[in-house]
């Protein structure tokens, strides 16, 4: 009778015993399938881990190899700028003002045949960049600058565009001769001109030799009267050649200008 009693709650436990187990296994078998599917997608990972690094192995071995005698490189350097190249111009020889060039500044004769060009081109900014200005020399300038009415400051954007513009108001040759050069060094050279042509009254901006100083000057015209002498001193710039502005020119400037208003 007593075993009876027991019989059902024995069965009810097991049941019970049985469905705890279920879920239990169940559990841990979603937790294994779980597992086994992130594994799977690290094996996954790693197989295309292995397999970029395989191709860059053989793109390194490819790269490595040595390339063929003739084989052309690309080069990465940006392309050299063209500049204009210097006109050959002997010494002692007459050349006219329309074969004269934007030679560039890479030599003191191509600086010099540049300076007449922009002169006979009316062209005050490359007259400007052909010019040296030391710091006496740029004094000078600003000086007189400052001393022009307004009306006659709104004409040059700065006191070097005053000195090329004047320079450039003296300067209209139809030829001229480049009779002699001489580098002293790397840096600094003298160029000797003859200028022949059409020129200002007043006296030329640059400088002038005197008789003494130009015996030694090549066989040149006959008409003296008709060419001037002129001197220039060049030195290298970062930029190229330049011509040296000397501090006396700006006053021999600056004292023509103000002449005829002071007759």
């Not at 019989?7 to 009810?12: E, Q």
């Not at 992130?38 to 040595?66: F, K």
């Not at 100083?213 to 003296?224: C, F, K, S, V």
């Amino acid at each position: 009778m007593r075993c009876r009693r027991f019989l059902p709650l024995l069965t009810l436990a097991a049941v019970i015993t049985v469905g705890v187990i279920w879920q239990w296994e169940r559990a841990a078998a979603k937790a294994l399938q779980d597992r086994f599917a992130v594994m799977a997608r690290q094996e996954e990972n790693l197989a295309q881990l292995q397999a970029q690094g395989e191709r860059l192995r053989r793109e390194l071995q490819v790269a490595a190899r040595p390339l063929p005698a003739d084989h052309a490189v690309p080069s990465l350097a940006p392309a050299p700028i063209e500049r204009p190249v210097a006109p050959v111009w002997p010494v002692g020889e007459w050349m006219p003002a329309t074969a004269w060039r934007n030679a560039g500044r890479a030599s003191p004769q191509a600086t010099t045949t540049t300076l007449l060009w922009a002169a006979a081109s009316g062209d005050v900014a490359s007259v400007r960049d052909t010019f040296q200005f030391g710091d006496d020399a740029r004094a000078k300038a600003r000086a007189w600058f400052d001393t022009l009415p307004p009306e006659s400051r709104l004409l040059y954007a700065t006191p070097e565009d005053l000195v090329a513009g004047v320079t450039l108001a003296h300067i209209s040759p139809d030829r001229a001769q480049l009779s002699w050069l001489h580098e002293i060094d790397g840096d600094r050279a003298i160029v000797g001109l003859l200028v022949a042509g059409n020129r200002a009254a007043s006296a030329p901006p640059l400088p002038v030799l005197t008789n003494k100083e130009a015996r030694n000057l090549p066989p040149a015209l006959d008409d003296r009267a008709r060419y001037n002498v002129v001197v220039l001193n060049l030195q290298r710039a970062p930029d190229g050649w330049r011509v040296e502005v000397p501090a006396a020119a700006i006053d021999n400037m600056a004292r023509n200008l103000r002449a005829p208003s002071a007759k």
